[in-house]
């Protein structure tokens, strides 16, 4: 799997306030990023794939939401996040 239990843990660690912590809206942002950035390779080379485009899209939708709610409670988490994982808004 492209994802194991290691790495998730890698991603909450480094992101969130500890390796256990997956509830904090910055942890799930950099891991929806790190899954959209693995779909969207998948995409690359699976053009037909429109299942797994549409999960993609679903994906985007959830990390917007996120990034949306981190703008309204703290500005200041938000630009944090979004520099570290260097989105693009």
């Not at 912590?21 to 429109?50: M, P, V, W």
Request: zero cysteines.
């Amino acid at each position: 799997m492209y994802l194991d239990q290691k790495e998730k843990e890698a991603i909450f660690k480094k992101h969130g306030k500890n390796a256990k912590d997956t509830g904090s809206a910055e942890g799930q942002i950099a891991l929806f990023t790190y899954r959209i950035n693995y779909l969207t390779g998948h995409l690359k080379q699976n053009r037909k794939d429109y299942n797994t485009e549409r999960s993609l899209v679903k994906l985007v939708g959830k990390r917007r939401s996120l990034l949306d709610y981190l703008t309204k409670k703290d500005v200041l988490r938000y630009r944090a996040i979004v520099k570290e994982l260097n989105l693009r808004k």
